[in-house]
């Protein structure tokens, strides 16, 4: 069959984006800005990705991401297109980071204020914690500070800048704790075992355990400490609002549309063919789905050579989600929670020997808390549980059990919901698994473990000619302003090898020429 070419101006260089997440919507974006004519192709009827919602008496419940950090990502992004993002979301920001509750009956919040937060951990744990807290602050916000510009600002990230970014400041080696983990490193860093827990959830930011991941993921509480956002209406509403800006910009988006496969010609990738005979042709093609899926050939076997480390690298944390409507009881609520595991060492334990946690931390997100607008009768909520990844698309059979001890856990903790959700409001890592094809369900790409595994995660160029990537499954990493960050560095390295190659043929054609 003939690959069909968009019928566009010929003097526009073409570009595929596949995926219509936030990575693959982002880089449409800046691609149309940049001048390419842009075709974005999503398999499911809505753009977002993992960005979603499911449906409810209360309205539509975010059941994805919900924390928003790093604004200046997405200022950066609207700003490209001549556009301010506060003009097409309202965005709220948290005095309160997060509530956190334990089994004793203590909670803490965390503030947007670093002091305001340690005043509440004297009251919470007493003097020296809160100075222990302030040791901390000031720890990891050299860790950012150093690692923000050669690590997550750098298209592609070599190891020998990262060590001479180092030995140009040797005080940053005992703040890495390089041969501690961060469950190792956060022990030594507090005395109270619940600001040690607290502190080692950010390695399930990235889809790990504390005592398996590096000291350095500490430098996370820094991205949370530089302010959180609420998106008024939900994160969806961001989605909505970029997808919309990308079509006014000239982007073609085409939903419901499944690529099978990306098409190479003597080695060089030229276009795709989806709903299994449709076929595109483009200058360009923007991979923004998780990586593993040329890994493993499902894209075509001829992609294997395609970031082959995510093939057997073991992968990242899932999640068990219930997203639903209910009228609630108990302690109050902020807009981010956690309700924590009496035994982490067992949680993690299990998560990592891809068991179900037997008795889990949980992360409540009260949706309609934080708004800025009265809080309505029947709220929406998102409960998400850690679960290992899976190997199977087949449905587990426990869920109605599991179902059960995780409404009686939150109830162990005074909170009550009316009416009880059902368990058909679980979203599974199998479920996961099938949106989102050879992830294994996964939701942060490969497993963070290790020195140096974010290192090794895939860049956006790869070794076939015209075939980029973006997305959470690729440098610089999970989650929504990496992820978006992926996106500028895809686009970029594209322009600019656009520009390149324009040169090239400018100057190949005016040395052709004679003159007179």
Known sequence: ???????????????????????GLAAALRLSVGGMSVTLLERHAHTGGKIRTVASPAGPVD????????????????????????????????????????????????????????????????????????????RTALLFEAFDAPMMQAASPKFSGLVARVLRQ??????????????????????????????????????GAPHLSPAILSLIWQAE?????????????LTQALTKLAVSNGVTLRSQTHV????????????VEFDRSEKLKADVILYAGDPRALATGSMGEDLKSVAPQTATFPRSFSARVHSFAARP?????????????????????????DRLPRAPSLYICAEDRGQNQPTPALEKFEIISNAPATSTLRPPTDLDLWHHQ?????????????????????????????????TMGALYGQSPHGLTA?????????????????????????????????????????LSAQTSTSRSSQTAMHGGMSTA
Request: avoid cysteine; glycine fraction near 8%.
């Open 406 to 438: 995780i409404m009686q856990r939150i109830a162990d903790f005074g909170i009550t919901m009316s009416p009880i959700p059902t368990s058909s409001t679980i979203t599974t890592p199998q479920h996961f698994a099938e949106m989102f094809p050879e």
């Open 260 to 271: 099978n496969r990306i098409i190479l010609d003597k080695g060089q990738a030229i276009g």
């Open 454 to 494: 974010s290192l090794q995660r895939p860049t956006a160029r790869t070794p076939i000619k015209g075939l980029w990537l973006a997305g959470g499954g690729t440098h610089p990493g999970a989650g929504v302003p990496m992820a978006t960050l992926s996106a500028r560095h895809a686009a970029e390295a594209i």
């Open 1 to 23: 069959m003939v690959i069909q070419t968009p019928a566009l101006s010929p003097q526009r260089p073409t570009a595929i984006v596949i995926g219509a997440g936030i990575a």
């Open 225 to 237: 400490a530089a302010g959180v956002w609420v998106v008024q209406g939900g994160m969806h509403q």
């Open 329 to 353: 009881a108990g302690p109050e609520l902020a807009h981010h929670n956690v309700l924590f595991a009496d035994n982490p060492e067992s949680e993690f334990l299990d998560l990592t020997n």
């Open 63 to 138: 059941a994805g991401p919900t924390v928003l950090t790093l604004r200046h990502v997405f200022d950066d992004l609207f700003k490209q297109a001549g556009a301010r993002l506060e003009d097409h979301v309202t965005l709220i920001p948290q005095d309160i980071l997060a509530r956190h509750f334990w089994s004793d009956g203590t909670q803490l919040d965390l503030h947007a204020n670093a002091e305001t937060s340690a005043a509440k951990i004297a009251e919470f744990a007493g003097n020296k914690a809160a100075d222990e807290f302030r040791r901390f602050n000031a």
């Open 170 to 207: 040797p005080s940053l080696i005992p703040a890495m704790a390089p041969l501690s983990n961060l469950a190792q490193m956060l022990k030594g860093q507090f005395s109270d075992p619940r600001l040690t827990q607290l502190f080692g959830r950010y390695a399930t930011y990235v889809g």
